[in-house]
């Protein structure tokens, strides 16, 4: 039986790939994260350039162990930045034109826009969710993620997908206690041009939270 690779040990596969192709380092001089990520959303449109071009090295039929392994820990990744874009958000200081392109991004994470996210106790869609977070962010505790860890590993569902579960522990700061939270993750292969040619490539995306 082979043994499955451990979401962090794929950091020595998936991040060398990351540092050889340049990608997702936009903030690498910003003195705090907070910068790195309004750097990230500023740059929005070239980032959707190189996310394309990692995600075109995966243009096989069926991906191996070990590029599910990768997935994997892009999915957490994604889950990571998806805290990230809600918590800048809720920053009443930041520019109305980066509030708007965070939505954008955060949105672009997901499958669609109707994906659901859990809310204290009940689930909103999550261009909801996210506009609820914009309109009332002077009273928006924050969104903490903890202890994130892969549940279900990728496993095929159709010719075209594969499917898994991460599990994290949201901090409530409002109830100071935290909630036991799963992410749904879809891997699909979906059609994408690079210039004037179109390939079929592997992309990893949020199919929700509950």
């Known amino acids: 039986m082979n043994k499955r690779v451990d979401v962090r040990d794929a950091e020595s596969y998936w991040w060398p790939m990351l540092l050889m192709l ?3 380092f936009f903030g690498a001089c910003a003195s705090t994260h907070r910068e790195r990520m309004l750097e990230e959303v500023a740059d929005a449109p070239e980032a959707d350039m190189q996310s394309e071009a990692l995600e075109a090295q995966f243009t096989a039929e069926r991906l191996s162990a070990e590029e599910l392994t990768a997935f994997e820990s892009r999915a957490v ?39 659901e996210v859990m809310m204290g106790t009940q689930k909103e869609e999550i261009r909801d969710f996210l506009q609820y977070i914009e309109s009332d962010k002077q009273s928006f505790a924050g969104y903490v993620l903890q202890n994130i860890s892969v549940k279900n590993p990728l496993q095929p ?22 909630a036991s939270r799963k992410a749904y993750v879809l891997v699909r292969k979906v059609p994408k041009s690079f210039g004037d ?14």
């Open 197 to 210: 040619q179109q390939e079929w490539v592997w992309e990893v995306l949020i199919e929700g939270i509950e």
């Open 77 to 115: 990744q994604k889950l990571e930045d998806f805290s990230d874009y809600v918590n800048l958000l809720a920053d009443p200081d930041l520019d109305s034109v980066f509030r708007q392109q965070a939505i954008r991004q955060a949105i672009s994470l997901f499958v669609n826009e109707q994906a």
């Open 157 to 178: 569902n159709t010719d075209r997908a594969y499917s898994g579960i991460l599990t994290f522990q949201q901090f409530l700061p409002e109830h100071n206690k935290t």
């Open 22 to 24: 340049g990608l997702f």
